[in-house]
């Protein structure tokens, strides 16, 4: 009702900002966009569910987001999927495990350090009861 909807339009709110922030973070850039196909021809027989912080912009706005951990799974899938596909001991390799990580481990402590608890667990019991 009414109220529940004021509290999701403040969910999408506080996650745009997160979001925003993250990808301002230059650290993060090779998570900005979808990977190209053209230019990475096999990355989609590898991952089978690409994610990145455009698309997720873009599922804030269509409402595809019902609390923040259903945002931090999305954090979880780009940093996996970076894993998976960058697996080697080679610098480049190493260095995009490591970006991975920190934008998973940056994620979670903005979230942490600005979110409150009681007001993720409003968004989850509208969420469960739906
Ligand atoms: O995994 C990723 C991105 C990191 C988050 C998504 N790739 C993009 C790189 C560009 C291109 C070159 C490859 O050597 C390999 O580094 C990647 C794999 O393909």
Same mark, same amino acid.
């Given at each position: 009702?009414?109220? #529940?909807?004021?509290?999701? $339009?403040?969910?999408?709110?506080?996650?745009?900002?997160?979001? =925003?922030?993250?990808?301002?973070? +230059?650290?993060?850039? /090779?998570?900005?966009?979808?990977?190209? %196909?053209?230019?990475?021809?096999?990355? $989609?027989? /590898?991952?089978? #569910?690409?994610?990145?912080?455009?698309?997720?912009?873009?599922? /804030?706005?269509?409402? %595809?987001? @019902?609390?923040?951990? %259903?945002?931090?799974?999305?954090?979880?899938?780009?940093?996996?999927?970076?894993? #998976?596909?960058?697996?080697?001991?080679?610098? @480049?390799?190493?260095?995009?495990?490591?970006? =991975?990580?920190?934008? $998973?481990?940056? =994620?979670? =402590?903005?979230?942490?350090? @600005?979110?409150?608890?009681?007001?993720?667990?409003?968004?989850?019991?509208? $969420?469960? +009861?739906?």
């Amino acid at each position: 009702e009414e109220i #529940e909807e004021a509290t999701l $339009r403040e969910l999408r709110i506080f996650l745009r900002e997160i979001c =925003a922030k993250l990808a301002r973070n +230059r650290t993060f850039y /090779i998570f900005t966009k979808p990977v190209d %196909e053209e230019v990475v021809p096999d990355y $989609r027989d /590898i991952i089978k #569910e690409p994610m990145d912080l455009e698309t997720m912009m873009t599922k /804030i706005d269509q409402h %595809e987001y @019902e609390c923040a951990q %259903e945002f931090l799974c999305d954090i979880d899938l780009i940093c996996t999927n970076a894993l #998976e596909y960058n697996p080697d001991r080679n610098p @480049e390799d190493k260095i995009i495990r490591h970006r =991975a990580c920190t934008l $998973r481990d940056t =994620a979670y =402590a903005y979230i942490k350090a @600005e979110m409150d608890t009681d007001f993720e667990d409003k968004c989850r019991e509208i $969420r469960d +009861r739906r």
